[in-house]
């Protein structure tokens, strides 16, 4: 027994943990992505707390407005993706010449997507934001709720396409292996973010008191700033990002690389539409049982992706890695580096997840809201903080099956799961029980442990690893 214990150890070591060169590549590729994401999650609960002072009705109003930009964030996210499996790839070939086509695509789709959402915020804003003013509470509060978060919403429409152009930017640096400039040009954006709300929420240096007004604006400029940093630099320095070099020298897009883009990318950006829509629709169903709820969950969301960042960045690592890796032709590497990445995710989640157990109860003493709210949100926390390392899991899981081109089983996986599962099981909890809203938050959170078992049954079967760009040929025919 003793001697089978002893040779479990190095099958577990070879299949879990990398050497000191595999951690120094990954810890290179992200902890760039983990800084930028944890400055600009930090800078996020100081909004929040900023916007929070002025009221709970402030607070709740920008939250509600938020969701509808987080559908738009993740619909930006999911139309790059299917031209980031493809740049991923042709940087790991070395076909800089192709690589420069997926971002000329990314820029023009990313660009189409901004003047949808423009349409859409701008025609159905009122029915928009009045979808998560439907619980038990004051009708007076309701309307303060929806003129804070109409206020909000229109002025951050003039930040949808600088934000949707730097990230085409940033996503094609990344897939490049360059993470450090978007590192640096989100941590202008969120500096410039942090010190305009301070100016004109509260009206200093001699600016207006603007208060949730002035939390847009200060969005808006720092989303601008965040383009031209990024956009600027990298043309700047085209010896170090030799590969944007003629990009807008030409506005070539091969049609069959385009139409095997498309092919690719549509399912992942339906997925990412549906599965923000499904989070939203989430956070709508336990709106239901009061508008405190709007308030806590958006107090426990801020929280959560701050301590949640360092594991979700992984995600990434998994992403460049993986699709590199294939790309070059080397599927069995692929494999073994996704085993060795989930490891490394889910111990990470496994220490965040019990810090903010930990800490829950006081870090949201920062909130001058209601105490009501403050200890919701911490409850929420909690139950949140349980479910980390299957978090991590399941998100390990997302970007391998993606960096291979499964589109569909990646649509499968996220957003057709939240529909046919996650929703409706959690419509069940709200409307056919009893339960308090600090029993039924926890009980809506399994879902993610049995997210997390799906996503090991499909790495495990090894069908997602794919060289997309070996050949034209291959190319064509997947």
């Not at 070591?13 to 994401?37: C, E, S, T």
């Not at 305009?196 to 720092?222: D, E, H, R, W």
Request: with cysteine; net charge positive.
């Amino acid at each position: 027994m003793k001697s089978q214990a002893l040779g479990i150890w190095p099958r577990f070591k070879a299949k879990f943990i990398g050497d000191r060169a595999f951690y120094q590549m990954v810890l290179g590729l992200v902890i760039p992505v983990i800084v930028q994401n944890t400055v600009t999650n930090f800078v996020n609960l100081l909004d929040n707390v900023m916007v929070g002072s002025l009221g709970t009705a402030h607070l709740s109003g920008v939250a509600i407005a938020n969701h509808l930009m987080f559908v738009f964030n993740l619909s930006i996210f999911g139309a790059l993706s299917g031209a980031g499996i493809y740049g991923a790839q042709f940087a790991g070939a070395k076909d800089w010449d192709s690589f420069r086509e997926t971002l000329r695509l990314r820029l023009l789709v990313s660009a189409g997507i901004a003047a949808l959402a423009v349409i859409i915020f701008t025609r159905w804003p009122v029915e928009l934001l009045s979808w998560y003013l439907q619980g038990e509470g004051d009708p007076a509060d309701s309307a303060a709720m929806l003129q804070c978060g109409m206020e909000y919403l229109r002025i951050m429409l003039w930040g949808l396409l600088p934000f949707a152009l730097a990230q085409s930017y940033s996503s094609a640096l990344r897939d490049a292996g360059e993470t450090v400039l978007p590192m640096r040009a989100t941590l202008l954006a969120v500096g410039v973010n942090l010190a305009g709300n301070y100016v004109l929420i509260f009206g200093k240096l001699g600016f207006p008191a603007m208060g949730v007004q002035g939390a847009a604006v200060a969005t808006v400029i720092s989303r601008v700033a965040e383009l031209l940093v990024v956009a600027a630099v990298a043309h700047k320095n085209l010896d170090r990002f030799f590969f944007l070099k003629g990009l807008y020298r030409s506005l070539r897009i091969g049609k069959e690389l385009a139409k095997e883009i498309m092919f690719k990318g549509m399912p992942l950006f339906v997925n990412e539409l549906l599965w923000s829509a499904g989070m939203i629709t989430l956070a709508q169903i336990l709106s239901t049982r009061g508008l405190v709820v709007v308030g806590a969950s958006n107090i426990a969301n801020t929280f959560t992706n701050l301590f949640g960042v360092f594991f979700f960045s992984v995600g990434t690592a998994v992403a460049i890695v993986t699709g590199q890796s294939l790309g070059a032709g080397d599927e069995e590497l692929a494999k073994d580096q996704v085993w060795k990445l989930m490891f490394f995710a889910s111990g990470l989640a496994v220490v965040l997840g019990a810090l903010l157990a930990v800490s829950a109860g006081w870090v949201t003493q920062v909130y001058k809201t209601e105490i009501e709210v403050r200890s919701l949100a911490a409850a929420f926390m909690r139950a949140a903080a349980f479910c980390f390392p299957f978090q991590a899991i399941a998100n390990c899981s997302y970007f391998a099956i993606r960096s291979g081109g499964r589109t569909l089983l990646t649509m499968a996986f996220d957003s057709i799961y939240v529909w046919v599962v996650c929703v409706p099981y959690t419509y069940a909890l709200v409307a056919w029980t009893s339960l308090p809203i600090e029993t039924l938050y926890p009980l809506s959170q399994l879902i993610h442990p049995v997210k997390a078992i799906l996503g090991l049954v499909a790495v495990r079967s090894g069908i997602w690893a794919r060289n997309l760009v070996g050949t034209k040929a291959e190319v064509s025919v997947q």
